[in-house]
């Protein structure tokens, strides 16, 4: 077993230079990931395991911007125990005792120091556990110390007061450390975070999920997060079982999926194991992968 690789990929979007880093690799259910699309259907695309469990990573995105480096989404951390680890089949150790993310940082020439912004799409583990990490004394701590972290103020309030069926994804070690620091700056709609990366209300998944759009010199690149976790579920119906708003979800596909079309913007695919990034077309019936 290992994680998906590679761990850094790179290409150029305008001015702007983006990597995408494979910060671990995770296996979940296969019916969970594709909701009420039958096995038969999802597993020509992404073949299940003995234990029904497919493939998957956990890719972050590094904006080099004159503001300093951007991140979006910072994978599931070095804090969780192996018996949590075994059961989503999280591999993300890193070289240092940290993780793949920050291994990717160094193969970049960054250190976690040099990271001016985090942007989290929503707060789930998978997605905001690598915001904090856990010292060799125990201690966990902001992993990017210098930096300003950013997330919708109704995903902060939604996974601080969680239910039956939200609380398993939201650990507050992923953000209350970062919280206490006074480094965690809430945004409510839509909003440039440096000149040419925007948030972009994405709900569906979670309320208040948002992705992120970059725009420079005319060309544009689309960090989905949830909307769309792999190339496999371009299809508008194949949603995932955990959103808790699949019916949203599939309306913000819509739109985001037609202007994605419409503008060329090269989507980032935080979930595929395989594909980082690529174009869609719709060929009359549904969207599909036309490479980047
Ligand atoms: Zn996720």
Known sequence: MS????????????????????????????GAM???????????RIPADERNRIQLGMRCLLIEHASGLVLVDTGAGNKEDQKFKAMYGIENDG????????????????????VAIVINT??????????????ESGKV?????????????????????????TSASYFERNFMPVVATGRFEFVSREREIVKGIRVVPTPGHTPFHQSVLI????ERA?????LCPTHAHLPLPWIMGYDVEPLVTLETKRRILRQ???????????????????RVEHDGKGYRLVGG
């Not at 594709?34 to 020509?44: N, T």
């Not at 980032?268 to 395989?274: G, I, L, R, S, T």
């Open 3 to 30: 994680a998906p690789t590679p761990l850094v990929e790179k290409r150029v979007v305008g001015s702007l230079t983006i990597h995408a880093i494979q910060s671990g690799g995770q296996k979940l259910d296969g």
């Open 34 to 44: 594709f909701g009420v699309v039958p096995k038969v259907l999802w597993e020509r």
């Open 95 to 114: 070289a240092d005792g940290r993780t793949l993310l920050e291994d990717g940082l160094r193969e970049i020439g960054a250190r976690p120091e040099d």
């Open 122 to 135: 929503h707060l789930h583990f998978d997605h905001a556990g690598g915001n904090t990490y856990r010292d």
């Open 141 to 165: 701590r902001p992993s990017f110390p210098n930096a300003r972290y950013f997330v919708k103020r109704g995903e902060y309030d939604y996974a601080t007061h969680t239910n039956e069926r």
């Open 215 to 218: 725009d420079s010199g005319g």
């Open 222 to 226: 689309f960090f989905l997060g949830d």
């Open 260 to 278: 994605a079309e419409e503008e060329g913007w090269l989507l980032v695919f935080e979930h595929d194991a395989n594909v980082a990034w690529g």
